[in-house]
């Protein structure tokens, strides 16, 4: 339980972060930047998991947290122009 609210907590936090760092307008507001924030915080945890960088059921780092919503940043774009 501990390690899936430390994940949410890093993952607001770099959710922000990764909205500062990747450039561009994505035109979404702070609750979308949020959601995207956890998720790659999730989707890091859960990769890194999966190749032997963390053990099950440890959140990831920050910085793995970073690079995941980064990751999910480019990908909503991606599928945003697609759309447009």
């Keep these: 339980m501990m390690s899936v609210l430390g994940t949410l907590f890093i993952g ?26 956890v998720a790659g915080s999730f989707v890091a945890s859960y990769g890194g998991a999966a190749l032997g960088l963390y053990s099950p059921g440890q959140p990831a ?5 970073v690079v995941g919503a980064v990751l999910l940043l480019v990908v909503y774009g991606f599928l945003k122009k697609k759309q447009a």
């Design 61 to 65: 780092s920050f910085i793995g947290s």
């Design 12 to 37: 607001l936090i770099a959710g922000f972060i990764a909205r500062a760092i990747k450039p561009g307008d994505d035109g979404m507001g702070w609750i979308m930047t949020a959601v995207l924030g």
